[in-house]
């Protein structure tokens, strides 16, 4: 896919924020919402993405709302820092097919990354269940704390 089309209301993040598809939320607000990675590239892959924003990329969000979701990056980012204390942490945005992107709604990755971590931008497996719900609590709990 390109850079320029027209946004796909059925894409999966305008699923999950219409309440159609499940996720494992770590935070809401009336702007924003972060998740889970079902196919985390490491232990601790969230997403945040824009409610109200129907932007395929960040060149067709507008600059309110892309403020929003990176003030939820970075408190996000700190509590995964905090939590799981990685060894470092990356923040990616992809654009279009050839740089990677894969769901057409702009939407931040948090990646921790550990000692012995070989980096790459997509994951082949999906995460365990139980898993997630337990990273789900534990992050919550350290953005509520």
Same mark, same amino acid.
Request: charged share 20%; aromatic share 6%.
């Given at each position: ?56 990329? @960040?060149?067709?969000?507008?600059? !309110?709302?892309? +403020?929003?979701?990176? %003030?939820?990056?970075? &408190? =996000? ?43 790459? @931008?997509?994951?082949?497996?999906? !995460?365990?269940? +139980?898993?997630?719900? %337990?990273?789900?609590? &534990? =992050? ?6």
């Amino acid at each position: 896919m390109s850079l320029h089309g027209q946004y796909d209301e059925q894409n999966i993040f305008a699923k999950i924020i219409r309440g159609e598809a499940p996720c494992y939320k770590l935070y809401e607000d009336e702007d924003v919402l972060a998740f889970l990675d079902l196919f985390p590239q490491s232990y601790g892959h969230c997403l945040v993405i824009p409610k109200n924003a129907p932007a395929r990329n @960040i060149l067709e969000i507008d600059d !309110a709302n892309l +403020a929003k979701v990176m %003030a939820v990056v970075r &408190r =996000l980012t700190q509590a995964v820092v905090d939590e799981l204390q990685p060894a470092g942490v990356q923040v990616a945005q992809f654009n279009g097919a050839p740089a990677g992107q894969t769901v057409f709604h702009i939407h931040m990755h948090i990646v921790p990354r550990y000692e012995g971590d070989t980096l790459g @931008i997509h994951a082949s497996q999906q !995460a365990d269940a +139980a898993q997630l719900q %337990a990273l789900q609590a &534990r =992050l919550v709990k350290r953005l509520q704390g």
